[in-house]
Structure formats: C-alpha cells, structure tokens
C-alpha cells in the first residue's frame, strides 16, 4: 500500500503538468483566435470604414464633404490609401500629439494616383490613334499631365480648374470681342475628337442668329474665326483658304482689282447675294444687274 501511494504521489506533478500545458495551450488557441477576429475587425475598421476617418475631429469638414459630394458612394479607403506602418504611425502621434499635425501623403498626394483606377473611361476621351489625340488622351497619356495639374485639390472638389490652361498654353489668350473674359473649357471640349476640340455646337449656343444652312454651314466656326488670333476673318481669310481663284476669275477679279472686298457685297453667314440685295449692292456703283452673270 505504501509503495502504491508513493508511486501516485510521484506521477501526481506530471498529470497537474499535462493539465496545465493542456490549459495554457487552450489559452494560447482562445487568445489566438480572438486575436485574429479582433485584427481582423480593426484592420476592417481602418481600411474599408469612412467612420474611421471621421474618428479624427480634424476631418470633420472633409468628411461632410465627402457625404455631400459626388465620390459619396465612394468610401475614402479607396484613394485614401494607408500602409499598415503609416496607419499606426499616424495613430501613435495622433495619442501623442493630440490635436497637432502631423506631414502625411494619404490625404493630398496619394488620393490623385487613384484617378485613373476609376476614370479610365474620362481618361481616354479624344484618343485617336497612338500618335494622335486630343483632350484628356493627350495630356494623360503623351503629356504625361497629373490630373492635380488641371483640377482643384480643394476638399473633395476635382472640378477643372480653368485658370490651370494657360499655365501651359500662355499664347493662347482670348482676342474675341466680348470672350476675353471666357476661360478655355468654355469653348474646348475634352470629350471631342475634332482637333481643336471645338464643337460647332457650342458656338451656335451662344450665336444663336448664325444659320445652320446654306453655303459653309458645314464648316466649323474656328475654320474662319480665330478666337486666338484673329475673331473677324477677311478677304485674306477667304481667298487664302478656299476661295483663291475667285480673285482672278470673271466679274469676282474685275470687282477684287476695283478695291472691293469679299466681305463689301457678300453678307456673312448668308453668303449668297441674290437678286434683291444685288439691286442696292450694285446700284451704289453702276446700274443693277443679273447676279446670275456675276461669276462669268
């Protein structure tokens, strides 16, 4: 009986051994997984919540934006991107620190690199070939132009900035009376394929008596007026572009060596001078005569 009871007492620590170790292995599996379901959470919580964003008082303005902008359904992990290391480097100076700034790049630089991500459809407007395009293609593409350098980097406002043109196309001024004050987007349109990404329909807009009929009403209003150069073409505009050989054919060079100008008998826009007109046209000179016979 003796040596039975020594022989439990002596296997006595091995068995509380074997119940600990299975304990604390217990322990280590329950706090491993609630680890990993609380890592899980927080790295949840930082990477695809907007509330953790707005925890910071100081994003409150930009939050509130964020909610009444167009990037709403957006969530603010999606360009606002924080490495692991940066997001508990802010974390730790924001305990740290409290209310003091701290130099980040997730807010004002990276956000921008994501554009594209998203805009890709916006990016490609006016692609043509691979040597040629025009609008956004060209300047993102062949240019190599940030979308920061065209659009506003205020708080959640990427509208174009349309003072960023002339930046770059400094001889591009405004010489039109009347449109010296208009900016470039009011005319260009990124989204055509013309190569001055003009749309003659955004000048009939505005210059709602031009008629969208008759003689050139095909071409486009830049082919005459030069909004850069010069708004008010000329007899050199016409002769020099299309209409060269009226100036020594038939009546047009008998007029043209007289001093007359296109522009003194021909009406912009109408062109055509025709019987009642040519009645007060050519009276001021000579008696009337058949318009018709003019070009002979």
């Known amino acids: 009986m003796k040596g039975l009871k020594k022989r439990k007492l002596a296997e006595l620590p091995e068995k509380l051994f074997e119940h600990i170790t299975g304990f604390v292995l217990a322990l280590i599996l329950i706090v491993a997984v609630l680890g990993a379901v609380v890592g899980y959470r927080y790295y949840s919580y930082t990477q695809d919540d907007p509330h953790y964003c707005a925890s910071c008082h100081l994003m409150k303005d930009a939050y509130t934006a964020w909610q009444k902008g167009k990037h709403r ?71 190599k132009v940030d979308c920061s350098v065209c659009h506003k980097g205020t708080v959640h406002d990427f509208h174009p900035n349309e003072n960023a043109c002339m930046e770059c196309h400094k001889d591009k001024g405004v010489h039109g009376v009347g449109m010296e004050a208009f900016s470039c987007l009011k005319c260009h349109s990124f989204a055509e394929k013309t190569p001055s990404m003009v749309p003659k329909d955004r000048c009939v807009k505005c210059h709602t008596t031009v008629q969208r009929k008759g003689p050139m009403a095909g071409l486009l209003c830049h082919q005459c007026h030069k909004p850069h150069g010069r708004i008010k073409p000329g007899a050199e505009s016409c002769l020099g572009q299309c209409h060269g050989n009226e100036a020594s054919v038939g009546q047009h060079g008998l007029h043209m060596e007289k001093g007359l100008k296109c522009l003194d008998c021909h009406k912009a826009h109408s062109w055509v001078v025709g019987r009642e007109r040519a009645k007060k046209l050519c009276s001021r000179c000579h008696s009337s005569k058949d318009p018709g016979l003019f070009v002979y």
Not at 90 to 99: F, Q, R
Request: net charge positive; aromatic share 6%.
């Open 73 to 143: 359904d957006v969530i603010c992990q999606t360009c606002h991107q924080l490495s692991m290391l940066e997001q508990n480097k802010l974390l730790t100076a924001y305990v740290l620190m409290s209310n003091k700034p701290l130099s980040q790049t997730h807010g004002r630089e990276k956000p921008w690199k994501a554009c594209r991500e998203c805009h890709m459809n916006e990016t490609t407007q006016g692609s043509l070939t691979l040597n040629k395009s025009f609008g956004h293609a060209r300047h993102v593409f062949m240019q």
